[in-house]
């Protein structure tokens, strides 16, 4: 199978690639406008294979993403933006990537005649739940404009399943962890930071709730709905790893030698939703399960960014500037 993947040298993207590329015969084509989270360094250990090609595009040039589209079988699509705090900041880009981004791709996609369409989402567009856990068929509630705009970019991918036939399928993956994560992300922005000698800073009074999903668990499941999905249907990816902000920084504070001096409160972000979590009873049904148990995947994380100066200190110290 050739694979189109959008947003493939971002953090989810690359390790989809990786695994996908190590583990059959399909062929990869990652198209992405390497913003600042697009790193090409994600992909430097594949980019030797003959089955990879980059191909450097933005998925709202139409022209651009046509012609790089054009022969593929299937397409997955990762490229979005994804920060909260940077979507309260300049929410624009945010409705621009994601949801014009999403209409560009599904329309091409459509024309092209593409046998499959992965559009990737988060837990996110469903808002906090206080007790229970959200199942595919609830209503959508996002609060913040990154959320919003990936809401919309779930509705308009599902139109083009309803109104033009295109086989699209949805999936919804809470918080995702593991190597290559640009180090603006709680748990390698506090691993980078404690590695350092530096302060974490952690938000109000660090009782939000989220499921933590490791990436490669993720990865396993989004190739499951590539080939085994139905058609029009979304997918929530949730591995049952729910914990406090405070309790995950007392676990990254264990594995890198550092103790509570190291945390610094600060004020909560606005509309900051105080607890996720989803039901994955529809893609266990599929025989996907998490195989990654939470205290191994932080372990190995850590182990990770430890070993890999090399890739992200030189992000740090971009970001600073």
């Known amino acids: 199978m050739r694979l189109f993947v959008t947003g493939g040298a971002g953090f989810i993207g690359s ?24 790193n090409p360094a994600n992909l430097a250990d594949v980019e030797a294979d003959v ?25 997955v699509h990762f490229a979005a933006e994804s920060h909260v705090d940077r979507s309260i900041a ?13 209409n560009v791709v599904c329309a091409v996609a459509e024309r092209l005649g593409v046998g499959r369409v992965v559009h990737v989402s988060t837990d996110e567009v469903y808002g906090s739940i206080a007790e229970g856990s959200f199942t595919e068929a609830d209503r959508l509630a996002p609060a913040s404009p990154y959320s919003a705009s990936k809401a919309g970019s779930d ?17 919804r993956s809470s918080n995702n962890f593991g190597p290559y994560q640009y180090p603006e992300k709680v748990i390698p922005l506090f691993v980078t930071n404690l590695l350092d000698g530096r302060s974490v800073p952690l938000y109000g009074d660090g009782g939000n709730v989220r499921d933590w999903c490791h990436v490669d668990d993720n990865c396993a499941a989004i190739d499951l709905v590539l080939r085994r999905g139905r058609a029009g249907e979304i ?41 996720y979590s989803i039901d994955a009873t529809r893609i266990r049904a599929l025989g996907w399960e998490p195989r990654r148990h939470l205290d191994e995947g932080l372990a190995e994380t850590v182990a990770w960014y430890r070993a890999n100066r090399w890739w992200w200190e030189p992000l740090k110290k971009a970001a600073s500037r």
């Open 155 to 171: 509705l308009i991918a599902l139109s083009y399943a309803h109104t033009y036939g295109l086989p699209v399928v949805v999936t």
């Open 15 to 38: 390790n989809f690639v990786r695994r996908t590329l190590a583990g059959g015969d399909d062929e990869v084509t990652v198209f992405d406008a390497l913003t600042y989270a697009g």
């Open 235 to 275: 997918y929530n990816i949730g591995a049952g790893n729910e914990i406090t902000n405070l309790e995950l920084t007392a676990r990254l504070l264990a594995l890198c030698d550092a103790d509570d001096g190291m945390v610094e409160r600060v004020s909560d972000r606005p509309g900051h939703d105080r607890r």
């Open 90 to 102: 300049s929410p624009d880009e945010f409705v621009r990537t994601n949801c014009a981004g999403t």
């Open 51 to 75: 089955r990879f090609r980059f191909v450097k595009g933005d998925v709202v040039d139409r022209q651009a993403v046509t012609e790089a589209m054009a022969g593929h079988d299937a397409v």
